[in-house]
């Protein structure tokens, strides 16, 4: 393989990350569809990005590992279709359909608390090393809550199963997006169907 530049290596590693962090979403969808609602869906990526070295780095703003890189054109453009940001506010749509988030509330409202939750338990967990909170509760389950909390539709039974095939097929092409503008030979051979 070859690089023309030394960033463009780096954009290549960090696209490589993102993009073995949104196989995991995917296969989850797959393997068990009721992971598709908001209050387990969110912080499962939250938690899978803070597994990948350069998800984590991006998303936090991690300018000892990221370097200038982290405001490189391209590391931007990666994180417009791959981002939990991006990704929760394209996801925010099939909640709505399917029953997981309330209608009654602005979509640009809801997409900005999300992302603000997102951003916020991603500082925290990468301020402080324990899954628990020094006060003994479960950081994990706090996020749920607050997702739970804040989108879910009282009194409506989602629709699981339909929902998890579309978010399935949503990451999917956002997946392979990524993979085709950029030379990810390795991932080529994985390029996934919806």
Do not use: C
Not at 27 to 48: C, F, I, T, Y
Not at 79 to 85: A, E, K, Q, T
């Amino acid at each position: 393989m070859y690089w023309k530049t030394k960033e463009d290596l780096f954009v290549e590693l960090v696209a490589r990350d993102y993009v073995a962090a949104t196989d995991e979403y995917i296969d989850a969808l797959a393997e068990n569809p009721g992971v598709v609602g908001p209050h387990r869906m969110l912080p499962a990526m939250v938690e899978s990005g803070l597994r990948h070295a350069f998800v984590r780095a991006v998303q936090t703003a991690d300018l000892d590992t990221l370097g200038l890189l982290g405001q490189h054109e391209k590391t931007r453009a990666l994180l417009g279709v791959l981002g939990p940001g991006r990704m929760s506010a394209a996801l925010l749509p099939i909640w709505r359909r399917h029953g997981f988030a309330r209608t009654d509330w602005p979509v640009a409202e809801q997409e900005y608390v999300i992302r603000a939750v997102n951003a916020g338990f991603y500082s925290l967990a990468v301020n402080t090393d324990a899954v628990l909170h020094p006060d003994g509760f479960d950081t994990g389950a706090v996020f749920a809550s607050s997702v739970h909390a804040v989108l879910d539709a009282p009194g409506v039974t989602p629709d699981v199963e339909p929902a998890a095939a579309e978010a399935r097929e949503l990451l999917i092409g956002h997946r392979n997006a990524v993979v085709e503008s950029l030379s990810l030979a390795h991932h080529a051979s994985r390029s996934l169907k919806p």
